[in-house]
Structure formats: C-alpha cells, structure tokens
C-alpha cells in the first residue's frame, strides 16, 4: 500500500491509549515533540509489563509455573521483534539494554576477525553509538575507518563516494536506516548490495526509522540491523537482527555454562524480562492499530497488520511534517537542515533540525520548555554530522513528531517560536 493511499488515523482514539498524553485544562499534557529522543508508551505496553511482574516474574528455564510463563512470555516477545522486523526466524532476534550497548557488544565480537589493516565504513549521518564502537575497534585491531561525507544542502549520503570507497579491505559498512538528526532515510538497501559485493559485512541502525515506517531486513538484506524499543513505542530495551550466517559468525563472548544457540549465546546473563515483554506488547499495539485502521479481519497476521499501521502512520506524519515545515520556514532567520523538496518527503522522516537567527538552539529549547513543549537541543549525539555542517558546539533544534501529534500541537509550536525574542 502506498502512503498516499493509506487509511488515515483515528488520532484523537490513538492519543487515548498513552497515558502521558492525557491532560485537563487545569493541568494539560506536554506536547511531545521530543520523540526521536524516545517515544510515549501506550497503556498495552504498561499492563503487559505489569502483569509479567505479578504473574510470571522468575527466571528461565526453571521447572515451576512461574518460569515456564517467563519462557513462554519471552517466546512470544521474541516472535513478535521478529514479525515487527520481517526476520525470517525468532531466533535471529537478540535482545539487550540498548542499541548502543548491543552494538559495541557486537563491535566486541566482529574484532576478533579483524586483522590490522582490515577496513570499516561509517558515514558523517549517524549518531555516534554506530560511529564510536567501530572507531574504538579500529584502534584496538589496527584497522583503518573510512568514512562516507554527505551532500549539501540536503544532507544526504553521497552513495558515488560510498561505491569508491568500498574495496576487497572493506569487512564492515555501519550505516543508518535514517537520520537522528535530519531526518534523511537512506538507501539503505542499494548500500547494502555495494557493501556485500565488495565482500563486506551491513550493520543497519535502525532506531530513528521504526517508528515511522515498516522495517524490512529481508527488503534490505543487510546482514545485522538494531534498533530500540523506546523510540517505538516500547520500554529501554534493544533489539538487534542478524541473520543466522552473520550470527553464527561471531565469537560469542559469555559464560561457560551459556546455551551455544541462537540467541542466546549472544545475549549475556539474565535480560530484562518485563522490558522485552513490553517491546513485544509495543508491537501488538502497533498490529492492532494497524488492523482498526485499515479495517483488517482480526485474524489478519500480525506482520500485515503492521504494515498496515506504519503505511497510516507515515501518511499521517508526512503531512504533519508538511505544516511543521511550513511554520518553521515563515520565521525570520530559520534555516531547516536536511530535505525541504516537498516531492521527496519519501526520503526523511519527521524530524525537523533548524537553526535561526532570533535564539541560540538551547534558548529556543528552553522558551520551548517553559511553555510546555518538549523539544531538543545539541548535536544529539550526530557528533560528525553537526561538525560537518559547521553547528557544533551549540547543535541545532530539534523537533520530531509521532503518530500522536496534532495539528493543533504543531500550531502551537510555531505560534510560540513566532512570539520568542
């Protein structure tokens, strides 16, 4: 289904899920325009949580009731991560504390098949947690970092300089699904094809991009892709996708009595059990939008109603966008980083970076703050990408919508940064 095609949300019925957005006048609810930071939580998530805690809150394995329920709720969970990722098996689905913990986990693991000399891609777009434990690596094991610059002004990959780079040295490309900061989606999939032609590994970071569209690894056949919970909806826990070859392929580093399968030879000592029953609860949250929207059969599979949901989702929030972009481009001084060209709306989220001549980036947080409105300011850990475009060390501001925001959130806002001095 295209996005323009998409069922529109029932807004007013999805903001009444997530208890944080629920106010009165005396007392009403922050506009959160603070999501690619993290995302609100609904109420399937709280009590999916909540009912782990009291009716199944012991470890695995065990023969007693209370252990087979945490097998079974974790089973569940892990199928779930898999449909919400289109991962070909649960147990290509391993969970951690995040995606930047899992990430220098694996960076951990991937040395120990590197050999001085060997050579690892990044790219000026991405957060640092896909930047920093590959560059820590490559001091480790002498290996050399190349990395890949962005066009300007719109802030997107330069894939013919990616395609250069790339050589029989190359052993991993870490690249992103889309840009903390920006906003630009990648082509990540084209990467991926480059990447594994030359003979390297992809490692996708997937975290700003779930919650706005369906993520597909099969589509982008990259080889590990990671992502986290709480920017989709979910609690703090990460989920990182490998397929078994890629998996199978790295040192497990784990206690001797540790299983040596798939995952749970790479998934170290005890996990957060509620969290992950969570993230698995944010993903039948998300099927079951998707299944209310597009007027889906309730035996519809939990991957097509998923679809379903993120299709509404990015039609709803590319229009949001369209008027946030709007608003913002008629202040005096503003200055949106990334994608403006309404036409290729297909390649950037919904979060918009800005600069202006009126108040500093903390300054206009901070006006921002006092009037209830959450939003952020800095380089938002995109370190390289705020040095390239000549922001550091103040960064820019930050707004980034979800499904749950409103036109009349996003009308407020503009009116605010319109009255800043």
């Excluded at 900061?181 to 992809?202: E, F, I, M, P, Y």
């Excluded at 998996?247 to 995952?263: F, G, Q, W």
């Excluded at 103040?394 to 940064?417: K, S």
């Amino acid at each position: 289904m295209s996005v323009s095609a998409a069922p529109a949300l029932d807004v007013a019925a999805v903001r009444a899920q997530f208890p944080a957005l629920t106010g009165s006048a005396a007392d009403p609810a922050p506009v959160f325009f603070d999501n690619p930071g993290g995302t609100q939580v609904p109420h399937p998530v709280v009590a999916a949580m909540t009912d782990y805690l009291v009716n199944a809150n012991a470890n695995t394995g065990g023969a007693f009731a209370t252990s087979e329920r945490s097998d079974a709720a974790l089973a569940a969970a892990r199928q779930a991560l898999a449909d919400f990722l289109n991962a070909p098996a649960p147990h290509q689905v391993v969970f951690g504390a995040n995606m930047t913990g899992l990430t220098f986990a694996v960076s951990r693991a991937f040395g120990r098949l590197l050999q001085p000399g060997d050579e690892i891609v990044t790219t000026v777009l991405d957060h640092d947690a896909n930047v920093a434990p590959w560059l820590e690596l490559a001091t480790e094991r002498g290996a050399v970092i190349r990395t890949v610059d962005i066009r300007t002004p719109d802030c997107t990959l330069d894939m013919d300089q990616l395609a250069a780079l790339l050589s029989p040295k190359t052993k991993l490309l870490a690249i992103g699904l889309a840009s903390n900061a920006t906003g630009t989606v990648n082509d990540v999939a084209a990467a991926t094809r480059l990447a594994q032609a030359a003979g390297a590994r992809v490692y996708v970071d997937a975290v700003q991009f779930a919650p706005h569209r369906a993520i597909d690894v099969q589509a982008l056949g990259c080889d590990f892709l990671v992502c986290s919970a709480y920017k989709f909806f979910g609690p703090h826990v990460g989920v990182l996708y490998g397929t078994e070859e890629a998996l199978d392929a790295l040192p497990a580093i784990k206690v001797r009595p540790a299983s040596d399968h798939l995952p749970w030879r790479l998934e170290t000592g005890t996990v957060n059990h509620e969290g992950i029953v969570g993230a698995g609860a944010a993903v039948d949250y998300l099927a079951d939008l998707g299944r209310r929207t597009a007027a889906l059969a309730p035996a519809t599979p939990r991957r097509a109603a998923i679809v379903a949901a993120m299709d509404a989702i990015a039609a709803h929030e590319a229009a949001l966008f369209d008027h946030l972009l709007n608003g913002i481009e008629a202040l005096p001084g503003a200055r949106v980083w990334g994608i403006t060209d309404r036409v290729r709306f297909a390649d950037r989220g919904p979060t918009a970076c800005f600069t202006w001549d009126r108040l500093s980036a903390r300054e206009t947080a901070a006006h921002l703050g006092r009037h209830g409105v959450n939003a952020w300011d800095g380089d938002y850990y995109a370190m390289a990408l705020m040095q390239r475009l000549g922001l550091a060390p103040g960064g820019a501001v930050r707004l980034g919508l979800a499904h749950y925001n409103t036109t009349d959130e996003v009308d407020r806002v503009v009116a605010l940064l319109g009255e800043a001095s």
